[in-house]
């Protein structure tokens, strides 16, 4: 048995108004709440110390600068790590990252329990548009205020498991979690901001989007064997709704703790590391079942292409 | 409107003894049933003219042999294939390949309304163990009677349709439905032999290996925005429990049409292939989300090899 005690660290919404140190301060409560129960990790979601302002069309590099953090921790979020570091609990947070270079990133942290940042990964799958899409109810415009990360699916060792990170739109992607599971990951921890309804089909609302949600995460979490911590942010943003969604999945794909509010709310599971042995040595024992001589275009080709030699 | 109306026609159990004129009446009646019901193209399971004969341990090649079809069509299958060719219905279906090689396959074809074949595709995530197992419950010995595929993951036209074929074990590898996306499938074939207890674990039981079957396949319609359609081989074969667990999958991962017993039984859905066109245009528009320079692992790399080097 190698329990780690995982703590979903879900936020209700955060408004375009909503200085850094009130989204701390919250932050920070939720960390007390972790540590009275017995917390040894708590996941944030994506971006969790603002709005999700890729909803906000913006022009003005300042204006879009004003959204990031040029170093981590830093002022505003020092008051986290140092609670963090009292409690003995690690953590995972996502962020927007400015780097001294002028690249931008949509960034998730993993500390370990001295409050040290032992693990960052960068996220790769950016949805949305980078120009002002009229078609769409509202703007998603990630692939305008971002580049796709550059650090690949990095796997870390931390409180003796090996744990990798994911960012919102990565959880629908196998290819994510199985470059992770190449790495015998043992613990995902993934934070999202979901609009409730699909902006290009208003008859896609929030159960779709959950069920889609937690299929994506269920089948990464069975197929590779491993945890998978996927936390929301939720709830109204300036008018715009974020779907909840929060769960703790086993390596069996089933979820063993769910989210019941749209509010901040700490779910709490105790994981075993070891639950992943058994999945990982059988049926997903990779060097005995894959046969990667058939998966070349996986690696070698982005978009599709018919055997007609059309494409799309 | 691209309607194909699918016929996913479930087998109850044969039993060692039955001989393969008596299966193919049962396919037969099926096919009669899917005439009736308005079916454009049918679909039967894995191995669907005789038992699952990888349970038993054989070690003279002419009584394994015996289990293989040597031409397809042949005696034994020639009135299905005159009766869908009779109804214009096309077939699906897997049974176990000997090449005039010698070489051993399972396989699974699709033919077109005329009857002629149009399609192969030969198993490539061959489950279970090449020698007698004394820990397991059962034996499960496909990796001893046939070698992996060696045709890829093709995708083939079909009634104005991109149609590909999974077998059993491979609806667990998104590797598998991702090289079929790679090649804009919009329509799964899918058979399987599933038993309803784990050889190597007794806990894990039908409703856990029905959970993984739908998980498995629903995140492989979505991921690819396709059709899927799954079709078992179920009941009690020569004391040996099969999983029930036939479905048709649509696009956006939702079940549409489930089995509801362990017998001969005939699943109807009519499937748009259209359906499949806005996952494939937006948040599954491969190449403008794919990121292929961050999947190297997954086409180099078969098995697990940590940060720190080990392996398993």
Redesign the interface.
Known sequence: MREIVVGAAQLGPIQRAEPRAAVVARLVALLDQAKAAGCDLVVYPELCLTTFFPRWFMEDQAEVDAWFEREMPNAATQPLFDRAREHGIALSLGYAELTPEGRHFNTQILTDRAGRIVGKYRK????GHPEFDPERAFQHLEKRYFE??DL??????NMGA?MGMLIC?DR????AY??M????VELVLLGFNTPSV?S??AGEGPE?RR??SD??V??GA??NATWVVSVAKAGVEDGHPLNAGTVIVDP???IVARGETEADELVVHPCDMDATV?G????????R????E???????????????G???
Do not use: C
Not at 172 to 175: A, L, M
């Open positions: 790769i799958h950016l949805p796709p990360g690949g699916f990095p796997v870390f060792r090996w739109n629908r992607w196998p290819e199985r470059e599971g190449l790495q015998g699909n290009q089909n779709m069920f889609h299929l994506s269920q089948a069975y197929q069996n794909g089933v058994f990982k040595a059988t049926i997903f024992d990779f060097k079942h894959r046969r990667i058939h998966y070349t275009r996986i690696a070698s080709q982005t978009g599709v292409i018919r055997p007609d059309t494409e799309r």
